[in-house]
């Protein structure tokens, strides 16, 4: 079965620093996405970064990295120099089904990032 | 600027109530969810369509059922609601056809059912 795992219910990090938030998936699937999403206070939904199981290098935007570790079956989020406002609920998804679906997703449980001046 | 809107942020509902719960995506978008989010169990996928009339159930259809009549909107109706039907629901909407592409929220809607 298709699944991910974000095993950290909680983080704090100190402002300035910089913070990795684990996911680890499982699939059979050779063809397979990742991605990340921020969800605020506010309860709306952003997308961060995208990471394709092809892809031979680790995916970035801006301050977000992804560290994509294919046979550990892991794909992180690295958010450098935190920022109060990256305060928020943080939430891993994969890709599954067909891409003529529109990417149907599977969502990990998330993880709650506070950041501390 | 793109968007999908759902139709209220919050609303209370009694048990056995017939609720509809509206999504609108200005997109031109092929494919929308519905999704609830509990805690600690993350977003779950109740039903999605990828064209007008189409759908397909998710992972948690049992208690709901969708209707999209028009490619903009995307309906979910809970046919007697339920205490257990208490949560966040949250609309997606994405194109079809490249891998990356990430799907749009609308903003939810906290459902309580009293």
């Known amino acids: 079965a298709q699944k991910i795992t974000q095993t950290q219910p909680g983080m704090f990090v100190q402002e300035k620093e910089a913070v990795t938030l684990d996911c680890t998936y499982d699939t059979s699937d050779q063809s397979y996405g990742l991605f990340w999403y921020k969800q605020p206070s506010s309860g709306e939904m952003i997308f961060l970064i995208y990471q394709g199981s092809y892809d031979e290098q680790n995916a970035t935007e801006g301050r977000y990295s992804l560290n994509f570790q294919k046979a550990r079956k892991s794909a992180n989020l690295v958010i450098s120099a935190s920022q109060l406002g990256d305060s928020a609920m943080y939430f891993c998804a994969m890709r599954v089904g067909f891409m003529e679906y529109g990417n149907k997703l599977v969502f990990g449980a998330g993880t709650i990032l506070r950041v501390k001046s | 600027d793109v968007k999908v809107t759902q139709s209220s942020r919050y609303l209370v509902k009694r048990t056995g109530e017939k609720v509809f719960l509206e999504c609108v995506q200005d997109m031109d978008h092929e494919n929308m969810f519905w999704y609830r989010q509990d805690p600690g169990l993350g977003l779950r996928l109740i039903y999605f369509s990828y064209d007008v009339k189409m759908k397909e159930k998710g992972d948690i259809p049992e208690g709901y059922s969708v209707s999209r009549e028009k490619k903009e909107r995307f309906s979910l109706i809970l046919e007697s609601a339920s205490t257990n039907q208490t949560s966040m629901y949250l609309c997606?909407?994405?194109?079809?056809?490249?891998?990356?592409?990430?799907?749009?929220f609308g903003p939810g809607t906290r459902l309580t059912v009293l």
């Open positions: 997606a909407s994405t194109i079809t056809g490249r891998s990356y592409n990430e799907q749009f």
